[in-house]
C-alpha cells in the first residue's frame, strides 16, 4: 500500500505541476479524491476550516484559490514520505495573484488514502502569507 499511494500523490503532483499553465492537469487529482473526503486547513486564521465533500473541496477551496490567482494554480513537490495510508508531501508554490503579487507559499500536506482514494488531506502553509497575499476567506464562499 504505501508504495502504490506513494506513486499516485507523486503522479497528481506531476501533471499539476508543469510549467506551462495550459497543460497543468487535476484530472488525477479530481478522480483519485473520495466523494466524502474532507481537506483541513491548519492554524488560526480566516482561511482555517475543514472543507468537507469534493464539491466543497473544489468548489469553495479550490474555486477560491483560482478566483484569486493569475493562472491555474502549481505546487511543486520536492519531498515526499509515505507510511501506510499516509503520505507527506513537503511542496513550494509558484504563483502570482490576479494583482501581481507573488503567491508562493511553502506547504506540508499529509494525505490519508483508503483503497486508492484520497480520503483526508491536512494542509500546513504560512498563514500570514495566505492573507497577505490572497486576502481573508470569505465566510460566504463556504457552501457546505
Known amino acids: ?22 497543460a497543468r492537469d487535476r484530472a488525477l487529482f479530481v478522480a483519485s479524491l473520495a466523494d466524502d473526503a474532507t481537506w483541513t486547513v491548519t492554524g488560526q486564521y480566516s482561511w482555517a476550516r475543514t472543507f468537507t465533500g469534493k464539491q ?22 520536492h519531498r515526499f514520505i509515505a507510511d501506510g495510508d499516509y503520505v507527506v508531501v513537503e511542496a513550494k508554490g509558484d504563483n502570482v495573484t490576479r494583482e501581481g503579487v507573488r503567491y508562493d507559499n511553502d506547504y ?24 497577505r497575499a490572497l486576502g481573508r476567506f470569505p465566510e460566504q464562499a463556504v457552501a457546505s
Open 56 to 77: 466543497s473541496i473544489l468548489n469553495d477551496l479550490h474555486g477560491h484559490v483560482r478566483a484569486r490567482l493569475a493562472e491555474r494554480t502549481r505546487t511543486i513537490a
Open 1 to 22: 500500500m504505501t508504495a502504490s499511494n506513494r506513486k499516485l500523490i507523486e503522479e497528481i503532483f506531476v501533471a499539476a505541476s508543469n510549467p506551462d499553465p495550459a
Open 108 to 131: 506540508c500536506l499529509v494525505f490519508r488514502l483508503e483503497d486508492g482514494k484520497i480520503r483526508e488531506i491536512r494542509e500546513y502553509c504560512d498563514s500570514v502569507l495566505t492573507e
